[in-house]
Nanobody
């Protein structure tokens, strides 16, 4: 019922910035919590950030607090992840996911719909 497409990944030097976007289909987008997750080769999937449908609640992983900002533009059915002060350990595939129950879960299994991901590579 929900299609998600990530964009904005790429190569960046340590200390630089990237802005990821998650574009979603559906008229009920504003009722979905959207989460960002990442997975590096050989590592488990990791929660990054999530935002409730209205934008009223945001939650961040400790590893990205103060550096990443999640936001949404419901008029355009998009969620953004502004990533500043990037570190090599941020290198991963980044995925957005939708929780139709609008819960700011930090566990990926609670998100029913996933995009295909966008690669972020941070050089040292």
């Amino acid at each position: 019922q929900v299609q998600l497409v990530e964009s904005g990944g790429g190569l960046v030097q340590a200390g630089g910035s990237l802005r990821l976007s998650c574009a979603a289909s559906g008229r009920t987008f504003s009722s979905y919590a959207i989460g960002w997750f990442r997975q590096a080769p050989g590592k488990e999937r990791e929660f990054v950030a999530t935002i409730t449908g209205s934008g009223g609640t945001t939650v961040y992983a400790d590893s990205v607090k103060g550096r990443f900002t999640i936001s949404r533009d419901n008029a355009k059915n998009t969620v953004h992840l502004q990533m500043n002060s990037l570190k090599p350990e941020d290198t991963a595939g980044y995925y957005c996911a939708a929780n139709v129950w609008n819960l700011a879960h930090q566990t990926g299994t609670f998100y029913a719909y996933w995009g295909q991901g966008t690669q972020v590579t941070v050089s040292s």
